[in-house]
C-alpha cells in the first residue's frame, strides 16, 4: 500500500492572508485540493492522510467531499513544529501500515505534483526504501561570512535542492521518527524528514523533480502558481 502524507499544518503568515494559505481559494478551489487532486489522480496512491491545522478538520473534509477526493481516509492534528507534524502523521499511521508499505511526505502548498514526479519518488523507494524529489541548482551558491559578504562558494555542480514528495518504506521513516525525538536528534530548526534521515545516518536517493512543483510561500509564488494553471488549465482545472 502506498499511503500519501500531505502536511498542512501550517497557519501561512508570510503570504500575508487572512486564512492558512493551504486554503486560499484560486480559481474556485482551494490550494489544497489541487494538492490532493495529483494523489487522488495516481494510480499508485491507495489513501490520503493529512496532517491539518486545529480548526479547519470539518472544512477540509467538506472541501474533500465537494472536490471528490475519495482516497482521504484521516484528518489529524499537527504538533508545534513542521517535524512534530510530520511525526504525528507517521505515528497516526502505525496500526494501519505494514513495515514494507511507502509513505509519501508532501507539502499541503506544493499544489502541482506531476504524475511523473510521484511515479519516480515510488519507484525509487521501491528500489532502495526512499525517493527525494530533487532538482539541479542553475544559480551560483554563495556561503554567508558576515551577513553582508561572502569570501566562499560551493560549486553548484555538488549541490541537489531536494523538496517534496519524499517516499519512506514505513518502517524505516517511523523508527527514524523514534528515534529522533527520543535522542532528539534533526528535529529543530528547519529540519523536515530527509535532514533527520541524514542526521541519523542514512543515506538518501534522489528521483526526478520539477521546477513547477513550486511551494506557496509568498505572494509572487501564488501569482506563479496561477500563471502555471491558466497555462495548463486542461490538466490543472478540470
Ligand atoms: C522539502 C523541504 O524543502 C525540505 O527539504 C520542505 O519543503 C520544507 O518545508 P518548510 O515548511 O519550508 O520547512
Same mark, same amino acid.
Given at each position: 500500500m502506498n499511503v500519501a502524507i500531505i502536511i498542512?499544518?501550517?497557519?501561512?503568515?508570510r503570504m500575508g492572508q487572512d486564512i492558512p494559505k493551504q486554503f486560499i481559494n484560486v480559481y474556485d478551489k482551494p490550494v489544497i485540493i489541487y494538492t490532493l487532486g495529483g494523489f487522488q489522480r495516481h494510480?499508485?496512491? /491507495?489513501a490520503i492522510e493529512v496532517v491539518c491545522i486545529d480548526g479547519w478538520h470539518d472544512v477540509l473534509w467538506a472541501y474533500a467531499k465537494q472536490f471528490n477526493i475519495t482516497k482521504l481516509k484521516w484528518v489529524i492534528s499537527g504538533g508545534v513544529t513542521g517535524q512534530e507534524s510530520i511525526r504525528n502523521g507517521v505515528f497516526n499511521l502505525e496500526n494501519k501500515c505494514l513495515p514494507d508499505d511507502i509513505v509519501i511526505i508532501h507539502d499541503g502548498i506544493r499544489p502541482l505534483v506531476d504524475d511523473t514526479v510521484l511515479s519516480d519518488v515510488i519507484v525509487k523507494c521501491q528500489q532502495y526504501g526512499n525517493g527525494v524529489t530533487s532538482m539541479p541548482y542553475n544559480e551560483q551558491i554563495f556561503v554567508v561570512d558576515d551577513e553582508i559578504s561572502t569570501v566562499q562558494y560551493i560549486p553548484r555542480e555538488t549541490l541537489r535542492r531536494v523538496s517534496t514528495p519524499q517516499a519512506y518504506r514505513f518502517d524505516l521513516i517511523d523508527k527514524g521518527y523514534h528515534r529522533a525525538f527520543e535522542e532528539k536528534i534533526g528535529i529543530y530548526g528547519s529540519s523536515y524528514a530527509n535532514t533527520m534521515m541524514i542526521e541519523l545516518g542514512e543515506r538518501l536517493y534522489f528521483a526526478a523533480g520539477s /521546477? $513547477?512543483?513550486? $511551494?506557496?510561500?509568498?505572494k509572487d509564488d501564488l501569482e506563479l502558481f496561477k500563471a502555471y494553471l491558466k497555462q495548463e488549465q486542461d490538466k490543472w482545472l478540470k
Open positions: 498542512a499544518g501550517g497557519s501561512g503568515h494510480p499508485q496512491i /491507495d /521546477d $513547477k512543483n513550486v $511551494k506557496l510561500t509568498t
